[in-house]
C-alpha cells in the first residue's frame, strides 16, 4: 500500500551536539531547558515567517508547529489539520502540481505550488542560526562552568 504523506517540514539540524543534549538532560536539566527554549526560539523565527507566507490559506498557518528533540528543531506543517500543505508546498519549487478533481482519477487538474516554509527558512537562515549557535555556546558555556 503506498504511503501517503500527510506532513512536510524543515529543520536545523545540530545533531553533531546530539550527545552534548543527552548529557546535559541527565547532568544540567535546567541548561537543557534553557538550550530547548532558545531552540524553540530559533525555530519560532521561521515559523512565523512560514504562517504569514500562508495567510492565504485558513488551515495551514494553524498546523505550522514547532519541535525539538535533543539539539534539534523542525519546523513542520500539515497533518491532519492541513494535508493540503505538502503539495502546495512542493517541496519548495515554485511552478504546478497534478491532482484528481475531487477525487475523479478521470479529471486531472494543475494547481499553481505556493510554497511558503522553504522561503520562510531561506529569508531567515542567517538569523536563525545565529540564534541556534549562540544557545548552543551559551549551554556549553554553562555547562562546563
Known amino acids: 500500500m503506498a504511503s501517503t504523506r500527510l506532513a512536510v517540514g524543515t529543520a536545523i539540524n545540530t545533531r553533531d551536539f546530539s550527545l552534548f543534549?543527552?548529557?546535559c538532560r541527565k547532568a544540567a536539566p535546567e541548561v537543557a531547558v534553557e538550550l530547548r527554549?532558545?531552540?524553540?526560539a530559533a525555530g519560532e523565527l521561521v515559523a512565523s515567517d512560514a504562517r504569514?507566507?500562508?495567510s492565504w490559506s485558513h488551515r495551514i498557518?494553524?498546523?505550522i508547529k514547532v519541535r525539538t528533540s535533543g539539539a534539534t528543531v523542525s519546523v513542520i506543517a500539515g497533518g491532519h489539520a492541513a494535508p493540503d500543505a505538502v503539495p502546495y508546498?512542493?517541496?519548495g519549487l515554485d511552478g504546478t502540481f497534478r491532482h484528481p478533481l475531487f477525487g475523479n482519477r478521470e479529471l486531472w487538474f494543475n494547481q499553481q505550488a505556493r510554497p511558503f516554509l522553504t522561503p520562510a527558512l531561506r529569508a531567515n537562515i542567517e538569523p536563525a542560526?545565529?540564534?541556534v549557535v549562540?544557545?548552543?555556546?551559551k549551554a556549553i558555556a554553562t555547562a562546563v562552568i
Open 37 to 40: 527554549t532558545s531552540l524553540r
Open 21 to 23: 543534549a543527552r548529557a
Open 89 to 91: 508546498e512542493h517541496r
Open 134 to 137: 549562540e544557545a548552543l555556546d
Open 52 to 54: 504569514s507566507r500562508s
Open 61 to 63: 498557518p494553524g498546523s
Open 129 to 131: 542560526m545565529v540564534m
